[in-house]
């Protein structure tokens, strides 16, 4: 129930985040110089920043500042977690996806941070940065906020400062409850969680309206949470490149959930290039098992002549070309790419809200295509391509072997060194959130075929020197 709790207050922290695993392993059209169906993603001015002040906001900071009040939260999910972050004070002994902040009007609470989305365990280890791929959307979790409403108000009361300060986020969560729903666990909603907020706050001042202003689309996209290692390297966010301009202003939405208004987004803004500073120093995590350093070498040779135009060179010669690649040439999943074809308002209206102005403005661009996302530390971020439908690079890499139906253990030590990726049962339908159905609007595990010109030998040598990244 706690992990649930955090995901579903935080969810919101990777909004629409960055891309990874979408595209093209694309051969160059010399006529143009770029691979055929690629366009150029120019890049954008970011602001500088302090990284070990961004870190302790990372894990100290108030970018949501309403949640349970401490006492509630230590008395119903006690208080003596594992030391992950060797945080120290208030926030010793919580859970390391929360933290306590004191709220506007001086109440403590206990709220969810970034980590709730971008940290994940594997084999054992807290890896902050890991998109998490083990949480669970299936079900509304506007019932448990219910609870939580009778608990507060009994303790406190409804007019007491303790109530003023969790309400917030008891009323965002139970108003996104029912939209983020998805169909398989793994998966984020980011987007929709996005879209029900946009619908419930005004541009001009970025405060709560009861009343949604838009249609709200009841499906959600599912989305597989990136690496925050990448950004460094990207000049747009988001899968879709749909997030241009100053990254540290685009990220500040998660504030969203809870504000209760752009005051609180400008002291975030603040904060912000500090953290984007400190995830700028952030490496991907080596490859932890035995590497066949000739398979690789060969491997390096195939992969720099059949996919570097795409994702770049690695070592010492490191390039990233920050393509975008239409969806006509790379046939993944369409849902994502057209949802913000389909829904203009959302974009119109964070363009026209605070987060759009200003020297370091936010802008959300729609495409019709997604991002080749650099692949350091591909090894760990399974499973593959926007949403998540693909469990090993292998298969990524030899499409007639995706499975339509799989299933695995979600144990994050449970990996295949061979395949590359998570260990999964074949299954013949759904029987289960546990079973991921790529027959579903959304899930689709087809397109990024490049790799189906390469023969087993080849592929396999590809998959040693993808280990190296």
Not at 41 to 54: C, K, T, V
Not at 349 to 361: I, L, V
Not at 365 to 394: E, M, Q
Not at 404 to 409: A, D, L
Request: hydrophobic share 35%.
């Amino acid at each position: 129930m706690l992990s649930r709790l955090a995901l579903f207050l935080a969810a919101t922290i990777v909004l629409l985040a960055n891309c990874r695993h979408d595209v093209i392993d694309g051969v160059p059209d010399d006529t143009i110089g770029l691979p055929p169906g690629t366009s150029f993603l120019e890049p954008s001015a970011q602001r500088s920043g302090d990284p070990d002040a961004g870190y302790q906001y990372l894990i100290y900071g108030n970018y949501i500042g309403s949640g349970i009040p401490l006492q509630v939260f230590k008395q119903f999910f006690g208080g003596n977690s594992p030391d992950d972050l060797g945080r120290s004070g208030d926030a010793d002994g919580i859970p390391f996806n929360f933290n306590v902040v004191t709220a506007s009007n001086g109440v403590k609470v206990v709220a969810p941070t970034c980590l709730t989305c971008h940290a994940e365990r594997l084999n054992g280890q807290l890896i902050v940065g890991l998109g998490n791929n083990t949480s669970d959307h299936t079900n509304n979790q506007a019932s448990m906020f219910q609870t939580a409403d009778l608990a507060v108000k009994l303790l406190y009361g409804q007019n007491s400062p303790e109530w003023n300060a969790y309400y917030p986020a008891s009323r965002a969560s139970q108003t996104i409850g029912p939209y983020i729903l998805t169909k398989t666990r793994g998966v984020n909603p980011a987007d929709k969680i996005f879209a029900t907020l946009a619908a419930h706050r005004r541009s001009v001042d970025l405060a709560w309206i009861d009343a949604a202003q838009f249609n709200i689309p009841l499906e959600a996209v599912p989305t597989d949470v990136p690496a925050w290692w990448l950004m460094k390297k990207k000049n747009a966010l988001y899968y879709n490149a749909l997030g241009r301009g100053d990254f540290a202003r685009l990220s500040t939405a998660s504030g969203m959930l809870t504000m209760l208004d752009s005051t609180e987004a400008r002291q975030a803004d603040e904060k912000f290039p500090d953290l984007m500073a400190w995830i700028r120093t952030l490496e991907a995590p080596a490859y932890p098992y035995s590497i066949d350093q000739t398979l690789a070498a060969q491997g390096k040779l195939l992969f720099e002549n059949k996919c570097s135009k795409c994702h770049g060179k690695y070592g010492a010669e490191e390039t990233y070309p920050n393509l975008l690649v239409e969806l006509s040439t790379v046939k993944t999943d369409t849902m994502l790419a057209n949802s913000y074809q389909l829904y203009p308002e959302y974009a119109n209206w964070y363009n026209e809200s605070w987060y759009g102005q200003g020297p370091h403005k936010g802008q959300l661009l729609p495409n019709k295509g997604y991002i080749a996302p650099p692949l350091d530390g591909i090894w760990a971020t399974a499973p593959y391509l926007h949403n998540a439908s693909v469990p090993t690079l292998d298969d990524l890499l030899h499409s007639a072997q995706r499975p339509k139906y799989w299933k695995r253990t979600y144990d994050n030590s449970d990996y295949n060194q061979v395949k590359m990726g998570w260990n999964y049962s074949v299954e013949t339908s759904k029987t289960g959130i546990d079973t991921y159905d790529t027959t579903l609007p959304g899930y689709n595990n087809g397109g990024h075929t490049f790799g189906d010109v390469l023969s087993d030998s080849e592929r396999m040598a590809v998959l040693e020197y993808l280990k190296t990244l």
